[in-house]
Nanobody
Framework: QVQLVESGGGSVQPGGSLRLSCAAS????????MGWYRQAPGKQRELVAA?????????ADSVKGRFTISKDADNAKLTVYLRMNSLQPEDTAVYYC??????????WGQGTQVTVSS
């Protein structure tokens, strides 16, 4: 099993910045993809940014140039960050961390709210 704990959400004004963190623990050795998704009210959950199983990074077009995904890993813990700059009201959503082990597991965090409003 993999446990994902997210932190860093909050409320900011347009143009502001936030950094989200997702700490993975437990059986992390075979995680091969990990990233961030978001879901706004009345909308489907969508990819924001992720490290893929092929070793690349994917970004949603709407966040390219504003958001940056990064990670920090050791033998016991894997943490993925999402630095969000130039936030806009349309970035308001619940942000979820996701970790995948190919077809052997798909794990989600509890979500963290990001609200961008003046």
């Amino acid at each position: 099993q993999v446990q994902l704990v997210e932190s860093g959400g909050g409320s900011v004004q347009p143009g502001g910045s936030l950094r989200l963190s997702c700490a993975a623990s437990g059986s992390i050795f075979s995680i091969n993809a990990m990233g961030w998704y978001r879901q706004a009210p009345g909308k489907q959950r969508e990819l924001v940014a992720a490290f893929t199983s092929g070793g690349n990074t994917n970004y949603a077009d709407s966040v390219k140039g504003r958001f940056t995904i990064s990670k920090d890993a050791d033998n016991a813990k894997l943490t993925v960050y999402l630095r969000m700059n130039s936030l806009q009201p349309e970035d308001t959503a619940v942000y979820y961390c996701r970790a995948q082990k190919g077809n052997r597991g798909d794990y989600w965090g509890q979500g963290t709210q990001v609200t961008v409003s003046s």
